[in-house]
């Protein structure tokens, strides 16, 4: 992939092709509209980069039970350049909805954008979790294998392994930034919740601008049921993947969320930009801080 020139908006059309940003639409086909896909078939795209790397380190996967299987839940690190101080722990999380696989695949072309520019990721420690409910992303489901909704059991005792895995994540890490990436099928423009630190929504504002490069943004005043503005939501659902309640400093927590019927490979590049814009502005705020 080249660097990320100047470029238009795109409308959502069946005629769209990727701008030179990105490449044109990916050779291993994005995220896979068939009614089952592998798990395998998206890590070892992540496992193929992460081979000649020298800042992408495969990480042991998480593991659980369920019907006497074991289940792996992939995790990656991003090791940025050194930027001088403590690295800036982010976790970023796709696939707790398995179906909706453009936030799995944009997780992938991120980290390839990472790889041909490492100096994106100065001064970031990057948790990636492509693919954080594997039973439904292979059966091309929202649900899990048990049939629960992951997205609203997070602190609420929950007693799925998936749930129960990703908060001891959360708890051991401590992360300075969440960002989940999602697909709306009720959304025809990308949006954003903005929760956790005050400076979030100043992180959200610049990423949606760098996606409605690729698709447009929502710009409703109730979006998901939620009051909006400039496509940006400040409520949101009990339950979400979201840091541990009691932690303090509160780190910034976004989520994303691109129109699920776009065509998957805009919908991947938005993210992906989206995600750089983030640390960007991220590294920017912290450099300030720093300096007062």
């Known amino acids: 992939m080249a660097p990320l020139p100047d470029h238009q908006p795109y409308q959502l059309t069946e005629e769209v092709t990727m701008p030179g940003a990105l490449g044109n639409p990916p050779a291993y086909g994005g995220a896979e509209r068939s009614p089952q896909r592998t798990l395998e078939s998206l890590t070892a795209r992540f496992d193929e980069i992460a081979r000649d790397s020298a800042s992408l380190c495969v990480c042991p996967p998480g593991r659980f039970e369920l019907a006497g299987q074991s289940v792996a839940l ?144 929502n710009q409703k005043g109730l979006i998901d049921g939620f009051r909006a503005r400039d496509s940006i939501i400040r409520d949101g659902h009990e339950g979400v993947l979201c840091a541990p309640p009691k932690i303090r400093p509160r780190p910034f927590e976004v989520i994303l969320e ?18 750089c814009k983030i640390l960007d502005e991220y590294r920017q705020f912290i450099a300030y801080a720093q300096n007062l």
């Not at 982010?90 to 398995?98: K, L, S, T």
């Not at 691109?258 to 995600?275: K, Y």
């Open 74 to 217: 992939p995790r990656y690190l991003f090791l940025g350049p050194q930027g001088g101080a403590e690295p800036l722990r982010i976790g970023v999380f796709a696939g707790i909805h398995g179906d909706e696989a453009a936030g799995s695949f944009a997780l992938l072309r991120f980290a390839q954008l990472l790889e041909e520019k490492p100096e994106l990721a100065r001064g970031y420690c990057l948790f990636l979790y492509p693919v954080c409910n594997p039973t439904g992303f292979e059966d091309n489901t929202r649900y899990s294998y048990n049939g629960e909704d992951l997205n609203r059991a997070f602190w609420r005792n929950s007693r799925q392994p998936e749930v129960r895995l990703l908060e001891s994540e959360l708890m051991y890490h401590a992360f300075n930034g969440l960002i989940s990436l999602h697909t709306d099928d009720t959304s025809d423009g990308v949006y954003g919740y903005a929760h956790g630190a005050l400076l979030t929504r100043h992180l959200l504002g610049p990423a949606l601008a760098a996606a409605s490069e690729f698709l447009p943004l």
């Open 258 to 275: 691109t129109p699920h019927h776009a065509p998957h490979f805009l919908q991947e590049a938005a993210l992906a930009v989206a995600l």
